[in-house]
């Protein structure tokens, strides 16, 4: 058997982890938590807000399937990763914010961390076992969102209902809008980076709108290998939480009788420019990650909340990455401090915009 915490089980990934559960037999829920809505008599331990550490410590599980939406993931993670437990992330914003403090974390546990996005599941089945010097580069693949060919005048007066009609997934109201941008895209690269060790110019982005291939890896022979599936969550989520053993579910493998294409293209970064900022916010390190997920957070509640335009939530996250040093955290505090700064200077080009 194996116990799990399930983290944000109300959420999108929640529910659906609740159903891969339950359809495991070798799986046993023994904790969960929620940010606000009631989950009493959902495990045997419950929790609604409040030190999600706390929890863990309390029902010592053998796997964290992380599925907080936001930087308020951050300390699970890190307790994962610092005690050897297995890590089923789907929480992409602490790795993205932590990167390298995550990384001594993983390196001093020494347990699994298993990546739940889609692409990133994909990603790690295609590079397990192989030596990173056969592996070229990783290609993470982009549905394009719902405003996939739009120019940005189109996107003026785009609505938070427009943004959240996603073509291929059915996901939480900040992941959605952060689809509709491509930050969400930017979130993934810097999250692939930590992931696998990879330079950011080894990862590429390729718009695929039908969200067949999660991930390819190029391999230096010039083969490239890919990942196929319908877009269902349960697939990676259920990779996780039975790594390694890779349980069998009930969810249909691609049907190819009727045919199937499969359609790629550059990504458009002059509409979209969140992903180009991630690119860059990676690259120069230290915590400008941290605070171009920290400024994305803010821009996109306020979106959400009617206070922000559709093309204000690139723009918010553009100046808040000039105003931060960027420098880079020894420590949990300095990385919560970098993640406040970012979010001060956000909320200042909010009400300046
Ligand atoms: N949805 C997907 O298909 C998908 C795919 C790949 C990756 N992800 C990633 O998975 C994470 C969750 O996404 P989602 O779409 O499932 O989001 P969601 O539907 O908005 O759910 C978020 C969950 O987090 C909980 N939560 C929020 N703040 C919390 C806090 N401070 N303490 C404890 N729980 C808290 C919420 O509880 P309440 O309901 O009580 O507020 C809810 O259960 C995100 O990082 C996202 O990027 C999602």
Known sequence: MKRIALLGATGSIGRQALQVIDAQPEL?????ASGSQPIEGLAPLTQTGGDLVALLERSQPDVVLNAVVGFAGLPATLWALDRGV?????NKESLV???ELALRAHARGGGFLIPVDSEHSAAFQCLEGRAP???ESLVLTASGGPFRGRTRDELEDVTPEHALAHPTWNMGPKIT?????????GLELIE???LFGLDYDNI??????TSVVHALVRLRDGAALAHLGYPDMRIPISFALTYPERAATAIPSLDLSGGLTLEFHAPDLETFPLLALAREAGE????YPCAYNAANEVAVAAFLDRRLPFLGIAEVVAETLAAVDGAEAGDLDELVAADAEARAIAQQELAAA
């Open 86 to 90: 297995t890590l089923a992330l789907a």
């Open 97 to 99: 914010a932590a990167g």
């Open 284 to 287: 120069r390190g230290g915590t």
């Open 133 to 135: 010097e056969t592996v």
């Open 204 to 209: 590429e982005v390729v718009v695929h709108p």
């Open 177 to 185: 809008v952060d689809s509709a941008t491509l930050a969400n895209k």
């Open 192 to 194: 692939a980076h930590f």
């Open 28 to 32: 046993e829920l023994v904790a969960a």
